[in-house]
């Protein structure tokens, strides 16, 4: 089974550029999360889904930032404008509810703000 | 959700066991224990969870204590590829509980 799947892998974008990560959960998974990861904050949760409506984003850091899900097999991540401080990795993960609850991650995009 | 405490870092033999400690000193009743390491570069992976019994799968054997304060994560034979962080989390497993990420412990398997 594909695992959850995340785009780009890698991306590099200057200061005031709109960036888009986007995530693909595992198939018939109801909850998706976002999660951002650095060195000085390790990682921490920025906003979460169930049934693709979003349940807890209070973890978003500021408006800049905005998350959606438009189905229960995509959603984004979008940064506008984006701050050399954004830069960070930035994972998808999903679990399904009646499975255990156990959370998959994707491999991360990894995203440098210039 | 409970606080969980692991040593920052830990050095093991390649083929030997590998022992990882968890403190959940503040666990409650319904709280279940989460292991999940990070290989650099990758993202998190699950290995294994339990609520009170010893739990064992293809990758690892989680041993908590009868007062569930405490467990251990063993990697029966540790290979160069187990070179990672290793988060313990403890987590309720109701639908659309997340999982919070303290520090982890860095071990470094050596040959």
């Known amino acids: 089974d594909a695992g959850v799947i995340q785009s780009p892998r890698h991306e590099v974008t200057e200061m005031g550029q709109e960036v888009t990560l986007r995530c693909k959960p595992i198939s018939g998974h109801d909850y998706l999360f976002w999660y951002r990861q650095t060195m000085m904050r390790g990682l921490e949760l920025l906003i979460y889904f169930n049934n693709n409506v979003p349940i807890d984003d209070s973890g978003m850091p500021e408006d800049r930032f905005s998350a959606k899900m438009p189905n229960a097999s995509f959603s984004t991540l979008k940064i506008q404008p984006s701050e050399p401080r954004d830069s960070a990795v930035y994972f998808c993960?999903?679990?399904?509810?009646?499975?255990?609850?156990?959370?998959?991650f994707g491999e991360g995009s990894w995203l440098t703000v210039v | 959700d409970a606080k969980t405490t692991q040593p920052p870092s830990m050095d093991c033999a390649e083929g030997r066991a590998a022992n990882l400690p968890c403190n959940h000193s503040?666990?409650?009743?319904?709280?279940?224990v989460y292991w999940y390491r990070q290989i650099h570069s990758q993202g998190p992976q699950y290995i294994i969870h339990g609520l009170k019994n010893n739990e064992t799968n293809e990758m690892a054997s989680l041993i908590i204590t009868e007062d569930r304060k405490s467990s251990t994560l063993i990697l029966p034979h540790a290979t160069l590829r187990d070179t990672a962080v290793y988060y313990c989390i403890v987590r309720r497993q109701a639908a659309g509980n997340k999982l919070t990420f303290g520090g982890g412990t860095r071990v470094l398997v050596k040959p």
């Open positions: 993960a999903s679990s399904l509810s009646s499975g255990g609850n156990t959370i998959y």
């Open positions: 503040t666990i409650s009743g319904n709280e279940y």
